[in-house]
């Protein structure tokens, strides 16, 4: 049986992508093992058909975090056999691309964003420097690298000389299919109020989530539930005690894939609100979009180049014109109460739930692996 290692710096617990890619190895006949980290708030991880390794590290953060995961995952690549190394990301590259080079060994790069490009990065032009000449140095010799949209892989293509290929992370059709939903009741949701509902890993600076609390101030008869983590988490929540908006305002916090399929087929629009701050999030494709549509949940999304692209085919949503908290609250209000166009925007969301399925998707990813066995 071919092995394939597959790395990533997260604690494995929310990261879809790479479970769905994971599931895809195994399906091609791979025995496979997924790395990452253990953190100390990392969720239990659910039985999954691969085998899993969290590596406990002393750091938590900073550039002592990054050397200490970089050695850790050398080492274990280095005493592990391996048919294919599988980098995930910037910050797992440079093991990989080495042992590679020391053994021999197949490897596949997946770039889930423009890494040099993330905002926090852009606030230390001294990280910055390091990591993009890191990637300069490693990428032009890569053979095999797949991206999540036509914009980033055209902005790598461009700058490294290499072609791309796009694998976007949407949901595994099958999944949604098998799902049974909790009631409102049982999730402790509002069984007369109107759900909206904003997800992700990531919520973070420029992320749309301070204004979309804000918005709640002028919304009728609606619940927004913040789902997930990220660093303006406490923010949040000062801002709804501030604002008096604990009624209108729930936090679930972070809950594994399976129990996030739970809340959000029960919204009745889902929020997608990156600023256009930085080029990585200008050409962002989130997940949570992919979620909302196989949930058949319509969007409220910002007026950015990937995302618009898809609510517009698709006629599922809308886009706001700015982040004011007032303009972000009418459309709300338009969307909720125009009953009509949100019907026809839930019934286009199965629409596009038959194209954009990791179903389809996934035959780039097959093409590469097959070569391998």
Not at 144 to 170: M, P, Q, W
């Amino acid at each position: 049986m071919k092995r394939a290692i597959v790395s990533v710096i997260n604690d494995l617990s929310t990261d879809q992508r790479v479970h769905k890619v994971c599931n895809t190895l195994r399906k091609l006949g791979y025995d496979v093992t997924l790395v990452g980290r253990e953190q100390p708030k990392s969720l239990p991880l659910p039985k999954r058909d691969y085998t899993t390794k969290r590596m406990l590290l002393f750091f938590e953060k900073g550039p002592l975090f990054y050397a200490e995961y970089q050695i850790h995952l050398f080492m274990y690549l280095l005493f592990h056999r391996a048919d294919v190394l599988v980098s995930n990301d910037l910050d797992t590259l440079l093991p990989n691309y080495l042992i590679s080079k020391l053994k021999s060994t197949n490897l596949v790069y997946d770039s889930h964003e423009l890494f040099c490009e993330v905002p926090e990065l852009h606030a230390n032009p001294t990280k910055k420097n390091i990591w993009k000449r890191l990637e300069r140095w490693i990428f032009p010799k890569l053979k095999n690298v797949f991206t999540v949209n036509d914009s980033i892989a055209k902005i790598y293509g461009d700058e490294y000389n290499r072609k791309l290929k796009v694998v976007r992370n949407v949901p595994l059709l099958s999944n949604q299919i098998k799902i049974h939903p909790l009631s409102k009741f049982d999730l402790g949701l509002p069984v007369e109020k109107k759900i909206i509902v904003l997800q992700g890993a990531g919520i973070n600076i420029d992320r749309g989530a301070e204004e979309a609390v804000e918005s709640m101030q002028y919304v009728n008869n609606a619940v927004l539930l913040i789902i997930g983590s990220g660093d303006v988490l406490d923010i949040l929540k000062q801002k709804v005690i501030d604002l008096k908006l604990s009624d209108k305002v729930k936090f679930i916090g972070k809950v594994s894939f399976e129990n996030l399929l739970h809340y959000t087929h029960h919204a009745d629009l889902g929020l997608t609100l990156d600023k256009d701050t930085n080029i990585n999030y200008r050409y962002s494709l989130p997940n949570k979009l992919f979620d909302y549509i196989h949930a058949g949940v319509p969007v409220l999304a910002s007026d950015l180049v990937e995302i618009k692209k898809i609510i517009v085919q698709y006629s599922i949503g809308d886009c706001i014109n700015n982040h004011d908290p007032r303009h972000i609250a009418d459309k709300i209000n338009r969307i909720l109460y125009d009953t009509e166009t949100l019907q026809m925007w839930k019934k286009n969301t199965k629409i596009a739930a038959e194209d954009l399925n990791w179903e389809n998707e996934e035959q780039q990813l097959i093409a590469v692996y097959e070569k391998f066995l």
